[in-house]
């Protein structure tokens, strides 16, 4: 195997068998408790433990906020467990990734007459300026009773990884 580095294009070729890996930052943070929301209200979810960050990207005390410093594309995935213990119909879930304190994509889940437990998730493939733009995980529930995110490790987390740089 060779790689031929040229010091203006970065990697010009690449012979025989090769795995090139780029070093972004990556992370994973979740909920590692329950919190009773409000129903029909947008609530930021508060991913307050890191499984790992790479490169300290991820404020797990304060804002609950992933901002990357080098800019590039960044495939992001969130999931929330939304519990609705009175049960309602119609009942939904919505998962949101929020960038720059704006809806940005969204999960949905649907039920009708059910007490019941939402798993929703949603993804995306977004830019960062690599300065001050952000991302947060939004929950919403609509429902009667007592909703709530439920947390732990499995059910409520956020995660993300640099996919490609600018």
């Known amino acids: 195997m060779s790689i031929i580095l040229d010091g203006t294009l970065g990697i010009t ?40 960050d790479t490169n300290s990207n991820f404020d797990a005390s304060t804002n609950y906020r992933f901002t990357p410093t080098i800019a590039g594309y960044y495939f992001i995935y969130g999931q929330a467990n939304l519990n609705n213990s009175a049960g309602s119909s119609p009942s939904q879930g919505r998962t949101g ?5 704006s809806l940005n994509r969204e999960g949905f889940f649907y039920t009708v007459g059910n007490t019941g437990v939402f798993i929703t998730s949603v993804s995306s493939l977004i830019y960062f300026n690599g300065t001050t733009d952000y991302v947060e995980l939004w929950a919403y529930i609509n429902c009667t009773g007592t ?14 990884y640099l996919a490609r740089s600018a």
Do not use: H, R
């Not at 795995?19 to 979810?45: D, E, H, M, R």
């Not at 909703?147 to 993300?160: L, S």
């Open 147 to 160: 909703p709530a995110i439920y947390g732990n490790q499995n059910d409520t987390f956020m995660t993300g």
């Open 13 to 52: 070729s690449v012979t025989g068998s090769a795995s090139l890996c780029a070093a972004g930052p990556a992370f994973s943070a979740y909920a590692n408790s329950n919190v009773n929301i409000s129903t029909t209200t947008w609530t930021k979810v508060s991913l307050n433990t890191k499984e790992f």
């Open 97 to 101: 990734i929020y960038k720059n304190g």
